[in-house]
C-alpha cells in the first residue's frame, strides 16, 4: 500500500458514448437513454446508439423470411429514430444509431466497439433485479467501462 | 414499440455514490477513484468509499490472531483515510470512510448500500479483462446503477 500515497486525484471524464438500447422499452432503458444524453449534452461529446436485430430470435421459417427480416430491420432503424431525434432535441450535438444484427453482446462488442470506439458503454438493466443477459456479458467482456442503470 | 414516441428526455443525475476500493491498487482502482471524485465534486453530491476486511482472506491461525486482524483493520483505515484526504483536497466536500468486514461484496450489498443508500456504486475492475469476482456480483446483484470503471 506504498503506491497511493504518490497517487494524484485527477478529473476523469468520457470522451465518446455507446449507448445500447433494444425494444423492449422498459423504465431501465429511458433512464439509461436520459443518463447517456446528460452525460452527452453536459461535455458535449458524441453519442452513439445502438440496437441490434437479433437474428437468433426469429425461428427458423421467420429467418427464410427476407419480409420479415427486413420489415425488423425498419422498426429497429425507426426506434433509433426516435432517440435520435429526442435526443437532438435535448441537446446532444453529435448523435449516430447504429443497427447491429446477430447476437447482441457479440455484436456490440466485437463489431460496434472496435467501429465507434466509445471509452464507456451504457446499458439498462432489463430486469427487476438480475443482470440481463446483454448486460451482464458486456459488463463481464468489453474493454472499456461500462455503466449498467438500475 | 409505442410507449417510446411519448417518453421524454429527462437529465438524469446521480444523488450519492458509493465507490467500493480494495487494497490492490491497480490502474483501475485509482481511475475509478479519479471519476468518483470528478462526479461528487461536479454535482457536489456525498461520496462515500467503502474497503472491507476480507475475513476469508486470513487462514485459520490468523483469524484467530486479534493482533493481525487489528493490524489488517489499521491498515485499511490508514488507506481509506489517504483516500478521503485526497477526495478532499480534489474539492469533494462531503467523504465518508466505510470499513466493513466479511466477504466484500455482501457486506457491500446487504450492509453498506441499505444504510448508506447510495444511488450508484462505483468499482475498478482488478482484471485486464474480464471482471473481477466482486465486481461482477456487486453488478450483478445490486438494486442501484453500477459503474464499471476500466
Chains 1, 2 share one sequence.
Do not use: W
Amino acid at each position: 500500500m506504498a503506491t497511493e500515497e504518490d497517487f494524484q486525484v485527477e478529473t476523469l471524464q468520457f470522451k465518446k458514448l455507446l449507448l445500447a438500447v433494444d425494444d423492449d422499452d422498459d423504465e431501465s432503458s429511458h433512464r439509461a437513454f436520459n443518463y447517456a444524453c446528460t452525460l452527452a449534452k453536459t461535455y458535449d461529446i458524441p453519442l452513439g446508439i445502438v440496437s441490434v436485430l437479433e437474428t437468433g430470435d426469429l425461428n427458423i421459417y421467420q429467418s427464410l423470411s427476407p419480409d420479415i427480416v427486413s420489415d425488423r430491420r425498419s422498426q429497429i432503424a425507426a426506434h433509433l429514430n426516435t432517440y435520435v431525434t429526442k435526443a437532438e432535441a435535448f441537446g446532444v450535438k453529435d448523435v449516430e444509431p447504429i443497427i447491429g444484427e446477430g447476437k447482441p453482446a457479440h455484436v456490440i462488442l466485437e463489431e460496434v466497439v472496435p467501429s465507434f470506439k466509445p471509452d464507456v458503454i451504457i446499458l439498462g438493466n432489463h430486469h427487476q433485479r438480475h443482470l440481463g443477459s446483454v448486460a451482464a456479458e458486456v459488463t463481464r467482456e468489453a474493454r472499456d467501462s461500462v455503466i449498467v442503470i438500475r
